[in-house]
């Protein structure tokens, strides 16, 4: 059962816009790269540009104030579920410390084992989880269809009309027949998910790291970063 504070819109992008996601790399040891969309850049034409920081914590106050938890008054304490581990728990406790000294709300870590915890999730998501999601293959479609209205992935239940419209829209589309409008669309798609009706807070992508002799030429990478 979602937590009703939850179904608020402001309430979600004051916890959006209170976590500086600049962060990630310092915390995993440069081993992130910190997230400006949901959808890996990857992924995306160069004609989209890049995305700017949702960091904001004074916005991320006043729609607080207007949800009417100014300050984090009588705002109930969430519960902060995801898997265990030195990386996760780090980064779990740094957005929990945002959320407590930015907007005043108190934030409960529940580490468990991976199995645990998506088992959890699919009989019963708590009100926030950590959660990750690799593309079997380069589409960024792959990462905007599990939030759509009854994907078996989507366990908050999250939905949203338009976004379910647009995604279906770009679904039809023929590959060859993705044009400047479509990549529009995907951008649009991907605002309403993270900015404009919050389903999640992105926070970094997966990097992968290699150390190359420079007298080892002609090696190539493909889009999941494998030789």
Known sequence: KANPVLKDVRVR????????????????????????????????????????????????????????????????????????????QLLMERAAYSWKSELGIQVELNPMEWKMLTARLRVSPPDMYRYAWAAVYPDPLFFLEIFMRGNPNNFGAWSDSAFDALVAKLVETPIEKRDAVFWKNVERAQAILIDTNPALIPFYHYIRSALISPQVTGLSFDWRGVV
């Open 13 to 88: 992008q004051a916890l959006a816009y209170s976590v500086n996601v600049d962060e990630v790399p310092t915390l995993l040891g440069g081993s992130g790269l910190p997230a400006r969309g949901w959808i890996p850049p990857d992924l995306l034409v160069p004609e989209i540009r890049p995305r700017s920081s949702l960091y904001q914590p004074e916005k991320a106050r006043r729609l607080l104030a207007q949800a009417g938890y100014k300050g984090g008054k009588k705002f109930p304490t969430l519960k902060l579920f995801f898997n265990s581990g030195e990386r996760h």
